[in-house]
C-alpha cells in the first residue's frame, strides 16, 4: 500500500553529556577485510570519558556508569553521529561482559548526523556483569571516521549544558553565502510584488505556511516561537508592515495528498480567508505519494487558482542525509514560475567543508528535523528570496493557460466527512456510527492549544455492517486513521462490488493522518464503496477520516 512515508514527530532530547567528541577511529584488519576499532567502557574507563568529555563533576553521576545496573538507571538514550567518506556506512556496537553479554549492534550512514538509541527498547542480558565496549567497524581496514556518542539522562538527573561547537555568526559574509545559495529560482515576481505593496501600504495580508513536521515546528523549542514559520512572518512584518497576518498548517508525517485535502478547512478557514502569500513544504515528506508529483501539483495549481491570485513560494527542506525531493518537484515549480527556495543546496555542500558555517550536529535536532538553528536558516533563506524578488524589475503575469507537467487530476478535489456531505452522495454508515476523538492533533497558527485532524470522522464500533459510500464522481481518496494501539485492525475496501485492498492502520505505529487514492477515472459515474473489517480483524475498529472527491 503506497503512502506517506514521512517520520513521526521527534521526542523531546533529555540534558546529555559527551563520552566521545569527534573522535577519530580507523580498523584494526578483520578476517572479512573490514576495519573494526573498540573503544573500552569497563571500570573506570566510561566515568573518566564523562569527566573529561562530557564535563561531569558530580560523584553519583560518575558512579552509575561503572556498571550496567547503574548505566541504565542514568541513562535513557545514547545518541551516535559518525561523519566518514560519502556513501559509507558503519557498523556501531554496545557490548556487554558476561557468558553471553548483551551486544546491541546497529548500522548508520556515516553522513555527521545523531542517531539517538533508546535504552530502554534494547534486549539486555541477564548475564550482564559489565560495560565492554563501544565497537565502530568499517568497511575497509583503511576507512576512517569521526565519531561522537552522548548519554541522554532519565529525569531527575542534573547535567551542565553543553555546546561544543563553535557560535555560528548569522552576520558574517560566509553565512549570507550560505543563505544565498538557497535562492532556486525566481519564478515570476509579479505576485510577490504585488502581496509586499500591499503590506507596505498598511493593507492587511496574509501569509500562510503548508507542510509537513517541519512546518508544524518539530525540532524547535519552544515550537510555536521558533519553527520557521514564526520567524519568517516576524521577518517580513519587520521588513514589509506589521499589519501581517500569519496561518501556519503543518502536520506531521503527512504529504501533499493531505494537505490539498484539508487546505480549505485549515488553510483558507472554510473560505473565511483568503491567503495572498503561500509557502508549500512537502519536499521531504513526499517520497510516498502514490501518484509521483501529481498531487504535489495539483495542490500547488488549487493554491494558484485561489480567488485573490495568490503568491506561492515552494521551498525544499533536507534531510540529515543530504536528501529532499527537489528534483521531482522542482519541474513544477519552473513550469508555473514560481519561487523556490532549496534549504538543501544552501547547508549540505558546507557539511563537509573545514570551513564550515554551520554542523550537522548544530543544524539538526534529529535525522530528520531542523533546530532553532535550523528553522532559523530556513527562515532567512525564505527571506533572502524575498527580499531578492522585492529589488527585481516588475514582472508582468501571464494569464495564458499552462498545461500540467505530471498531472493536475486532483485540482479541484473536494473534503467529504460527517459535517460536509457531497453533493448527490449517499452514506449509509453500518457499523460505522463512532466518532473517533483520539486523533492527530496539532497547534495552528500562534495557538497554545493543540487543533485535531478530521474531527468530523467515522469510527467502527461494535457490530460487522460495512460503511457503504455511494457516489458520482471520477476520483476517490480516502483519509483513515493510523494508529499504535492494538484495538485497530485492518480493513477490506471494495468497490463496485470486487475486492479492492486490505488496509492497514497499523504499519505506520503512530496515531497519524493516512491519505490513499481509491480511483482515479477519466470519466465520472457513480460507485459503490464499502468498508468493514478484513477477515480476522472483525472485532478491532477502523476510523475513516474523511474522503477526497473529484466530480
Known sequence: MAGPVAPKDPTRKKPGFYVLLDKQVGGIPQDDGRGRH???????????????????????????????????????????????????????????????????????????????????????????????????????????????????????????????????????????????????????????????????????????????????????VPLQENCYARVTCEGLRQRYGRNIRYIKAGVGGTPSETGLMRYRRDITREGAVQPDLVVIEFAVNDAGDETEGVFYESLVRHVLNGPNHPAVILLFAVFADDWNLKRRLAPIGYRYQVPMVDVLEAVSPQFGSADRVITKRQYFYDVYHPSNLGHRIMADCLLYLIDRLDNQQPEGESDSYIPPYYGADYVNLELMDRKTPFPGAAVTPGSFTETDTDLQSVPLDDDASNTPMFPHNWQKAAGSQPFVLEAECRRLVLEFKDSGSPDFGKALVTIDGEKHRILDPTEAGWTHCHTTVLFNKQETAKHRIEITMAPGNEGKTFTILGFGVVR
Open 38 to 220: 573498540s573503544i573500552f567502557i569497563s571500570s573506570d574507563r566510561l566515568p573518566s570519558f564523562a569527566r573529561v568529555t562530557g564535563g561531569i563533576q558530580d560523584e553519583h553521576i560518575l558512579n552509575l556508569l561503572t556498571d550496567v545496573a547503574g548505566f541504565r538507571k542514568l541513562v535513557h538514550s545514547i545518541g551516535v553521529s559518525i561523519s566518514g567518506k560519502a556513501g559509507m556506512t558503519v557498523d556501531f556496537s554496545l557490548i556487554c561482559k558476561g557468558n553471553p553479554g548483551s551486544c546491541h549492534r546497529f548500522t548508520f550512514p556515516a553522513d555527521g548526523a545523531e542517531r539517538v538509541i533508546e535504552l530502554g527498547a534494547l534486549q539486555w542480558s541477564d548475564a550482564d556483569t559489565g560495560l565492554g565496549e563501544f565497537r565502530f567497524e568499517l568497511p575497509t581496514v583503511s576507512d576512517m571516521a569521526t565519531v561522537s556518542v552522548i548519554c541522554y539522562v532519565n529525569e531527575g538527573f542534573q547535567i551542565p549544558e553543553q555546546n561544543p561547537d563553535p557560535t555560528v555568526d548569522t552576520q558574517s559574509p560566509r553565512y549570507r553565502e550560505m543563505i544565498a545559495r538557497s535562492f532556486l529560482s525566481a519564478g515570476n515576481n509579479a505576485r510577490i510584488q504585488s502581496f509586499l505593496r500591499r503590506a507596505r501600504a498598511g493593507e492587511e495580508v496574509t501569509v500562510a505556511f503548508l507542510g509537513g513536521s517541519i512546518t508544524q515546528g518539530a525540532g524547535a
